[in-house]
């Protein structure tokens, strides 16, 4: 589905079903480097179950226009300016690693627009490697080695995709490989900058639910607890034998998750 925010084409997955802004609506936002691409599992069950899904490309990723927001805080301003785009009133959010800082930015900059937060491989501050971080500003492949290397739980390396014949690792990098050129520099370098995490988590008024890898090497499942004791009343699922790309690596697990919040 298309959309026009701020005069940039904005592109979006509705999980198979045209998208009906008058359903309750669930926006699904990406990680760093990433696209809608990655939420195929779950934005098609929703999608099938009465909820309204859009699964977007943020600025510059995917299929929309760039170039990519350089802050969380301005990448939040622009999920109000989409919802009013799609007509959208409240909606429910999902968000992987720098997606769950902008979910959680949203949430609670924004309480009165977001029905639920819910925050896959998340931490406090996201903090991201110096070797990891330069890579990724000079667009040099070493980026992608250390983030497959890093973010994949070992069980994955070697196999483990739901989808026969699927290969984990060489999927996960050819993602990210689409935006080397300046997406994933440009996300990791507001990652790395977010501070607002904590303070977020104490305006947050809706259901909120975190999911974390208890192999995550990214996004530790320690990292996170000061915004899980933060929000009054979350819910935490920590799934087994998972690192930190969760919905590749774990997808059923995932959605069941998503399924006691939404």
Not at 135 to 146: E, I, K, P, R
Not at 147 to 173: C, E, N
Not at 234 to 252: A, F, Q
């Amino acid at each position: 589905m298309n959309f026009t925010v701020n005069g940039k084409y904005v592109f979006a997955a509705t999980g198979g079903r045209d998208f009906n802004p008058s359903q309750d609506s669930i926006i699904f936002l990406h990680g760093s480097g990433g696209d809608r691409t990655v939420w195929q599992l779950q934005t098609r069950y929703f999608a099938w179950r009465g909820r309204g899904v859009l699964a977007v490309d943020l600025p510059g990723h995917g299929k929309s226009d760039g170039p990519p927001i350089a802050t969380i805080e301005a990448q939040a301003e622009w999920v109000i300016e989409l919802m009013a785009a799609a007509c959208i009133d409240k909606a429910a959010l999902v968000g992987h690693s720098m997606g769950a800082a902008l979910a959680l930015h949203t949430a609670g900059a924004f309480p009165e627009r977001v029905s639920a937060v819910s925050m896959c491989g998340v931490s406090e501050t996201m903090p991201v490697h110096p070797e990891l971080l330069q890579a990724a500003q000079d667009g040099d492949h070493h980026a992608l080695d250390l983030i497959t290397s890093w973010g994949l739980d070992r069980r994955a390396h070697v196999g483990g995709h739901k989808i026969p014949g699927a290969w984990m690792t060489g999927g996960t990098m050819r993602l990210l490989a689409r935006g080397l050129d300046q997406a994933l520099g440009a996300d990791l370098t507001a990652s790395n900058a977010y501070q607002g995490g904590l303070e977020a988590a104490g305006k947050v008024q809706c259901p909120a639910l975190f999911i974390l890898g208890d192999r995550d090497k990214m996004t530790p499942v320690r990292s996170a607890r000061s915004l899980i004791e933060a929000i009054d009343g979350s819910v935490v699922e920590i799934i087994p034998n998972c690192g930190h790309m969760m919905m590749t690596e774990r997808p059923d697990e995932t959605l069941d998750a998503l399924r006691r919040v939404l």
